[in-house]
């Protein structure tokens, strides 16, 4: 069944950090603007739906994520006015924009707060939670900060401690904490309904929909979701019938329960030692070793992913997608890191042809590598090196920013090298070619689609290579991957195709006929994408 709404079926997405993507007015940090030139590169690399970093009113202790006013523009951005000018544009090229939603705290700038900040009761007391008194220093399972107001009570936190959460009501009271409200006292309803307005306002000026920070966040003492999501699926009702083309995909990393909830989308993220984790970035606790699938170590467990995946898309497949990013700006080693662009190939080939939808991370479609020792910017702390500005050219700043090195937002890569677009452009093997060629293959084949059905082949315990296929519109494709850097092979049903596989992507000749059987027979590092019939 195609996904609702119908663009989402052919989406990839490509996440932009507004700050470090493209500066256009020389002060050092990135701008809608910016972003605005640089549409024509998205265009080329045939991604064709944006998800922007927050760019919002902010304070910037945690890089926007602590919004201080929902409907305005930060000004080192631009202007709301750029920001509907971007949207305009998109969709004049045919792409779609997500905004990033931080619904379940604000900063403390928040005006917002600042009112419930006071001792005299007023419209704004209960939109965040606050005990009872100053002295009720701790409460279980939340986060406390005491003694910031004026108001003889302590705010609860959501993630950083000048991200006070807004309320959402507990689902479960506990009397010991009289101050603990009910989803449906007036607070938490009228929390819900700025939620809502925020959302509109967006929508109506061009927004496709949203990247759901922390979505499971909402409802406090609420240990199997259902309480967070109702909130959603309200949401999700009011979309349905008054924005039927909007979607949103969730931060919750529990597709199971954020589909469900509503979201037509939600993450695999690395929020564990976990199934995503074990496809890019996982590492021996003793010696740091990579031992990721996707690593010519070979040390690789498909079946850590796998397992844990097929549980969650067989259960959602009806209802929603999954959505596997090649990074994002909290996750660090960088994809690139570690990795040939034969490897990171791979990895592509991979993250292009899975169901559900794909994100790649700015900078990952030509192997940028995040930096270590970096400063913390911003809250980034570990994540820092992540966050570093788009590799351009081998101008100054790496095309980035015409400011002074000491005032760009992050310190450009030391040696970027090949790592730039201008480099890999007119490069018909650079990473950069090869990850165009993957999305426009995905493109062409429905079978490929992102409801497409996945069926893997070959996926065993602690082995080479990962085989699966895709069937969709009348058509079935074989995937085959070994990251690893010895060769592999497997013999595989002779009934999968009556024909030799045809190489759609990737190492030809790799199928021989074996009697009734074929014989896959794989080099070290390589893999491809094959038509059966
Ligand atoms: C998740 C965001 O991705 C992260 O960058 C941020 O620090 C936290 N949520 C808090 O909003
Ligand atoms: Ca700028």
Not at 374 to 392: I, V
Not at 456 to 467: G, I, L, Q, R, S
Not at 495 to 501: D, E, I
Request: hydrophobic share 35%; charged share 20%.
């Amino acid at each position: 069944m195609p996904p609702t709404p119908s663009w989402l079926e052919i989406a990839v997405f490509y996440e932009i950090y507004p700050q470090t993507f493209f500066d256009s007015n020389g002060d050092g940090i990135g701008d809608l603007a910016g972003i605005l030139q640089k549409l024509e590169y998205l265009q080329y690399l045939g991604v064709n739906a944006i998800w922007l970093n927050p760019c919002f009113a902010s304070p910037f202790q945690d890089a926007g994520y602590d919004v201080s006013n929902y409907y305005q523009v930060a000004p080192r951005y631009g202007t709301n006015a750029d920001l509907e000018k971007l949207f305009a544009e998109a969709h004049r090229l045919g792409m779609h924009i997500f905004l990033d939603l931080v619904p379940g705290h604000t900063s403390v700038e928040n005006a917002w707060f600042k009112e419930s900040c006071r001792p005299q009761p007023n419209e704004y007391s209960d939109w965040y939670i606050w005990t009872d008194s100053v002295w009720t220093w701790s409460a279980p399972g939340v986060q406390t900060v005491i003694g910031y107001a004026q108001r003889n009570a302590n705010y609860i936190t959501n993630f950083f401690h000048f991200q006070p959460a807004l309320n959402y009501g507990f689902a479960v009271l506990d009397p010991k904490h009289p101050w603990q409200q009910p989803v449906d006292a007036p607070g938490p309803r009228a929390v819900r309904k700025e939620l809502r307005n925020i959302m509109k306002f967006w929508l109506d000026r061009g927004a496709d929909g949203f990247r759901v920070d922390m979505a499971g966040s909402l409802v406090k003492h609420d240990a199997d979701g259902k309480a967070t999501a109702a909130v959603w699926q309200e949401i999700r009702r009011w979309l349905d019938r008054d924005y039927p083309q909007a979607a949103l995909v969730s931060e919750w990393s529990r597709p199971t329960v954020a589909i469900p909830a509503g979201f037509h989308m939600d993450f695999m993220l690395p929020f564990a030692r976990n199934g995503y984790n074990s496809l890019f970035r996982l590492f021996d606790p003793d010696d740091h070793t990579n031992t990721s699938f996707f690593h010519p170590n070979g040390g690789g467990d498909i079946r850590f992913f796998l397992d844990e995946y097929l549980v969650n898309f067989r259960s959602t497949r009806e209802q929603g997608l999954i959505a596997i990013p090649s990074g994002n700006h909290d996750t660090t080693p960088r994809l690139g890191n570690e990795r040939t662009p034969a490897d990171l190939q791979l990895a592509f080939l991979f993250l292009l042809t899975m169901p559900g939808v794909p994100f790649l991370y700015y900078g990952d479609e030509i192997g940028m590598r995040s930096a270590d020792g970096l400063e913390s910017k911003e809250g980034a702390y570990d994540r820092t090196g992540a966050r570093t500005p788009m590799q351009w050219d081998d101008s100054a700043n790496a095309g980035f920013s015409t400011a002074p090195a000491e005032a760009l937002y992050l310190p450009v890569e030391a040696k970027p090298r090949h790592r730039t677009v201008a480099a890999q452009r007119d490069d018909p093997e650079s990473l950069l070619n090869h990850v165009r060629k993957l999305i426009e293959l995905r493109k062409e084949h429905p079978a490929l689609g992102a409801s497409g059905s996945f069926k893997p082949v070959h996926a065993e315990k602690n082995a080479y290579p990962f085989v699966y296929t895709r069937t969709g519109g009348g058509e079935t494709v074989l995937v085959a991957l070994n990251p690893a850097k010895s060769p592999c092979g497997v013999t595989l049903p002779g009934t999968l195709s009556k024909k030799p596989p045809q190489t759609l992507y990737g190492t030809e000749n790799v199928f021989q006929r074996q009697g009734r059987k074929w014989l896959l027979k794989l080099p070290g590092v390589s893999g491809g994408l094959y038509l059966l019939s």
